[in-house]
C-alpha cells in the first residue's frame, strides 16, 4: 500500500489540537488568498503549511464554508458541505484535491481509499473534493477506483477560495515543495496504471489550484494544511493521529 508519511514537519512543530496555551507571538494568521468574500482566517502556530486551530474564532470557519454548494460524484446534485457530517459532534476529514486529473492526487485519492477503513473505524466520516465537474469525478472514481460516496467536485472552486488555498503557476510548477513528489514515483506510477487526461478540468485554468486538508469536529477546525504546491501533501499519519485523539461523540 502507498504511504504518504512525508515526515516534512520535525517533532516540535507538529499539531497539537489545543493551542490556546501558546503565547500570542506564536499565532498568525493566513491570508484568504484570490476572493475575499469572507472575514475568516485559520490561526498558524508554527511558518509551515500545518496549522493547528484553537477554539473559538476558528469555529465561525465553518459559517462561509458550510454554506458553498458542491456536487455529489455519485449523483451529481448539488448539496451544501455543512450537510456532509453532523455538526453537533462528528470528525470529518475533507481533503481538498487540486484537480481531478492531476497524477498527484490520483495518487493522494488511493492512499485515502485504503485508509478509508482506518477513518471508519475511529467513527470518521472522509470527505474528498476536487476540482472540475461531476463527470470528471467519475472518471477518477471509476479507473482508480475511489469510493463515489465519498467524493465530490467544486468547479467553480469555491471551497478553495473560501480557505484561501493556494493557487498560480509558480505554486502548481515551481514550488521547491513540489519536488517531494519526485520521492513518491513508484507510488504515483501504480496509482495512475489506469489514468486518463480527461479527468482533467475544461477549464485549463482550474489546474493552477492547489489543495489541502481539514479536519473537522463538528464546527470546531482541528487540523488544517494548505499544500505548498503540486504533491505536497498532509502526512496522512498526522492527520490519523488527530483523528485518534479527537474524542468521537
Known amino acids: 500500500m502507498a504511504t504518504l508519511s512525508l ?3 520535525s517533532p516540535s512543530s507538529r499539531v497539537r489540537c489545543r ?3 501558546l503565547p500570542r507571538s506564536s499565532v498568525h494568521s493566513i491570508p484568504l488568498g484570490r476572493l475575499r468574500r469572507y472575514p475568516v482566517a485559520i490561526k498558524a502556530v508554527s511558518s509551515r503549511s500545518s496549522v493547528a486551530a484553537s477554539s473559538g474564532s476558528n469555529e465561525s470557519i465553518l459559517d462561509p464554508l458550510g454554506q458553498v454548494s458542491i456536487y455529489s460524484a455519485s449523483s451529481g446534485e448539488a448539496v451544501l458541505i455543512k450537510d456532509l457530517w453532523d455538526q453537533t459532534g462528528e470528525v470529518a476529514v475533507v481533503v481538498l484535491l487540486r484537480h481531478f486529473g492531476c497524477v498527484c492526487c490520483w495518487e493522494l485519492a488511493s492512499v485515502l ?7 471508519e473505524s475511529a467513527g470518521v466520516k472522509l470527505i474528498a473534493i476536487g476540482v472540475g465537474t461531476p463527470d470528471k469525478a467519475r472518471i477518477l472514481a471509476e479507473r482508480l477506483p475511489f469510493p463515489l460516496e465519498n467524493l465530490y467536485a467544486d468547479p467553480d ?3 478553495y477560495d473560501v480557505l484561501g488555498l493556494y493557487y498560480g503557476m509558480a505554486r502548481t510548477f515551481l514550488n ?3 519536488r517531494k513528489a519526485f520521492s513518491r514515483f513508484e507510488s504515483i506510477k501504480e496509482a495512475t496504471k489506469n489514468y486518463t487526461i480527461k479527468a482533467t478540468p475544461s477549464d485549463v485554468s482550474s489546474v ?4 489541502g486538508m481539514f479536519v473537522f469536529k463538528g464546527k470546531e477546525l482541528m487540523y488544517a494544511r494548505k499544500d505548498e504546491g503540486t504533491g505536497d501533501h498532509a502526512p496522512l499519519d498526522d492527520v490519523l493521529n488527530i483523528c485518534c485523539r479527537v474524542p468521537v461523540v
Open 7 to 9: 515526515n516534512t514537519i
Open 19 to 21: 493551542v490556546s496555551s
Open 113 to 119: 481509499r485504503d485508509a478509508k477503513s482506518k477513518f
Open 157 to 159: 472552486r469555491k471551497a
Open 176 to 178: 521547491p515543495a513540489s
Open 208 to 211: 493552477l489550484q492547489q489543495g
